[in-house]
């Protein structure tokens, strides 16, 4: 499950709103908002996301055993 709070606060950290990392992605907003209710992405959207945001620690967001 991927922690969807802490992916939050990195899109906001890199100053960017959700609907600016959908348009980054290639997906429209609306998918974009189902892939972060769901907590669900693809692999190719995780690797986007990882080098847009500068994610350091990937399987720390993206394979999080425990969200709280």
Do not use: C, R, W
Not at 9 to 27: E, N
């Amino acid at each position: 499950m991927i922690d969807t709070n802490t992916l939050k606060g990195l899109i906001v950290k890199k100053g960017l709103s959700q609907k600016a990392l959908a348009d980054k992605l290639g997906v429209t907003p609306k998918t974009f908002y189902n892939k972060m209710s769901k907590g669900k992405f693809n692999s190719d959207e995780m690797y986007k996301m990882i080098k847009i945001l500068g994610i350091k620690e990937p399987s720390k967001i993206f394979f999080a055993n425990h969200v709280t």
